[in-house]
């Protein structure tokens, strides 16, 4: 499993706004509908083109259980198109899958991000860590093969993958490090490095507990996941408490 936290040390986490100032996604993605590889404008027919061959890759995705399966050449046969015309807007399958994830990750707010924003009360603080945990972990369960291939590519190399693994668990990641009363995220303190752990343990279980082959090999009568879960919150709680209770001013 790729190092979240040594590579949140790479990338850059703070600015006033908490937005990390490189070219924001939704401009990416702009530029990646309004022309193909080539730089030439798309109109309908180029935009539709692009649409297809996602969708023909979200087929596939939904499709398998084995997202190794995923190619370029049978994305463009499913697509309908060939693959030199597939290669005019996606330069290989790393940009194809993350074309697949924009959509994904544009619900994170709304699916999870949003639960630890609002400052979790002392009185409340393991059934809060726990509505946040099942609802992270409901996210993974419905995106469980993009987000499995997105990881499994990361710890094949790719560092495109692996950027869009860990800015994924940065806000949530710097959300916490306010929940424990401490200043804006920075790097290498208790505090952050807290946070990294709550959150890299966190996407373990939901990693581990989505993955079909371990799934079965763990079939018993009683889920353990709702095990699982609770284990989680109680871990957030105890972090968040301590941490508190540490940067409280003397």
């Known amino acids: ?61 939904a499709e398998t259980e084995d997202a190794g399966l995923v190619t370029l050449s049978e994305v463009a046969r499913r697509a309908s198109i060939r693959i030199g015309t597939l290669y005019l807007y996606f330069a290989d399958l790393t940009e194809l899958i993350l074309a697949v994830l924009e959509p994904v990750m544009a619900t994170m707010e709304d699916e999870y991000v949003h639960l630890v924003r609002e400052y979790w ?24 093969r993009v987000l499995h291939l997105r990881n499994s590519m990361a710890d094949r190399g790719d ?50 507990m989505t993955d079909n082959k371990i799934t079965k090999v763990l079939n018993e009568p009683v889920n353990p996941m709702d095990y699982l879960l609770e284990a989680e919150a109680r871990l957030f709680e105890l972090a968040i408490r301590d941490q508190r209770r540490h940067n409280q001013p003397v």
């Open 159 to 208: 560092m495109r993958m692996l950027e869009h693994r860990v800015r994924s668990a940065i806000p949530v990641m710097r959300l916490l490090v306010t929940q424990m009363d401490s200043r804006p995220m920075e790097r290498g303190t208790p505090t952050s490095s807290m946070a990294t752990a709550l959150m890299t343990g966190l996407e373990r279980v939901a990693t581990v």
């Open 121 to 144: 009360p002392d009185a409340e603080l393991h059934d809060r860590a726990l509505t946040f945990v099942q609802a992270y972990f409901g996210f993974w369960e419905r995106h469980s």
């Open 1 to 61: 499993m790729a190092n979240i936290g040594k590579l949140a040390n790479v990338i850059p986490i703070t600015s006033a706004s908490g937005a990390i100032r490189r070219k924001s996604a939704a401009e990416a993605e702009r530029e990646a509908v309004a022309h193909n590889l080539n730089g030439q404008r798309l109109g309908r027919k180029g935009r539709d083109t692009r649409d297809r061959i996602i969708a023909a890759a979200q087929d596939m995705l």
